[in-house]
C-alpha cells in the first residue's frame, strides 16, 4: 500500500508540472522542442537501469549547466538573460527528476509483476498445497517423458486411480489421503502424480518394468491400509503400459484388499 500511494502521488506530481510547465513556464516556440526532448528522456529511463538512468540524469543536468557558464562568459550575458536560463534550466532539472523518478517506479512495477506472474504460473502447476500437478501440467511433462522413454527403449507404467465407486459424500477427504499418500510414497524426483478431476488422479512409473510397477502398486497399496478400511472403499486401479512399441491399456480393477 504505501509503494502503490508512493507511486500516485509521484505520477500526479509529474503530470501536474508538466501541465503548468507546457502552459506557463515555457514560451510557445520551446513547446514541441520541449515535448519531444521530455518523451525522448522518458522511453530512455524507462529502458536503461536505475545506475544508468541516474548518471544520465546526473549529465543531463550538469552539461547544459557547464554550457551555460561557458557562453555567459563569453558571451557576456546580462543579468536578465542569466536568470531566464537559470530559470528555464531549474524547470528541465524538476521535469527530468520527475521523470527519473517515474520511469523507475514503472520499472520496479514492471519486475513485480513480473515475479507475480511467474508465482502464479508456479502455483497454477500443482493443486492446492501439494506437489500434485494438474491435468495440463501432468500432460505437458508426461508427454516430453514419454518421448524419451520411447527415444531410450524403456518401459513406463500410468496407474490410474479412481474414486468413482465411493460414496460421493467422502470422495474429497479419501481422494485428499490417497493423492497426498502417492505424492509421498512414489519416486516423487523422478515419477509424476497429476490431478485429473476431483474423484480420480494418475501417476506415471518412469523406467520401470512390470514387476517394478507392482511392487511400487503393493508398497502404496500397503502404506494406505494402515490409513483407510480398504475393504469398504472400493478403488478403481486402471493400467496402461508404456513403452517403445506401443502404449496400451489394460483395464482392469485390482485387488486393494484381502
Not at 470422495?171 to 489421503?177: N, P, V
Not at 491400509?225 to 508404456?242: C, F, H, Q, Y
Request: aromatic share 14%; with cysteine.
Amino acid at each position: 500500500m504505501k509503494y502503490k500511494n508512493s507511486f500516485l502521488l509521484i505520477e500526479i506530481i509529474q503530470l501536474i508540472f508538466f501541465c503548468l510547465t507546457v502552459t506557463s513556464f515555457i514560451s510557445p516556440n520551446y513547446l514541441l522542442p520541449f515535448i519531444i526532448q521530455y518523451l525522448i528522456l522518458y522511453t530512455i529511463f524507462i529502458f536503461l537501469s536505475k545506475n544508468k538512468a541516474f548518471i544520465l540524469l546526473i549529465g543531463y543536468i550538469t552539461l547544459p549547466l557547464l554550457g551555460y557558464l561557458f557562453f555567459a562568459f563569453i558571451r557576456e550575458w546580462d543579468l536578465s538573460i542569466q536568470v531566464k536560463t537559470i530559470y528555464q534550466h531549474i524547470i528541465s532539472i524538476i521535469n527530468a527528476s520527475l521523470i527519473y523518478m517515474s520511469a523507475y517506479n514503472v520499472q520496479t512495477l514492471q519486475k513485480k509483476n513480473l515475479a507475480i506472474t511467474h508465482e502464479l504460473e508456479e502455483l497454477k502447476r500443482y493443486v492446492k498445497d501439494s506437489r500434485l500437478l494438474t491435468k495440463n501440467e501432468f500432460e505437458q511433462r508426461s508427454k516430453i517423458i514419454i518421448t524419451g522413454i520411447k527415444r531410450r527403449k524403456e518401459e513406463a507404467y500410468k496407474l490410474y486411480f479412481s474414486l468413482e465407486k465411493i460414496n460421493p459424500n467422502i470422495q474429497s477427504s479419501l481422494f485428499d489421503t490417497l493423492s497426498s499418500l502417492a505424492v509421498e510414497n512414489f519416486r516423487k524426483e523422478y515419477d509424476l502424480v497429476g490431478k485429473l478431476n476431483d474423484y480420480s488422479f494418475v501417476v506415471l512409473l518412469q523406467n520401470t518394468c512390470k514387476k517394478g510397477m507392482n511392487i511400487a502398486l503393493k508398497r502404496y497399496i500397503s502404506e494406505l491400509e494402515k490409513r483407510i478400511d480398504l475393504k469398504e472403499n472400493k478403488i478403481v486401479i486402471r493400467v496402461e503400459k508404456i513403452d517403445f512399441k506401443e502404449e496400451r491399456e489394460d483395464i482392469y480393477e485390482i485387488p486393494v484388499h484381502n
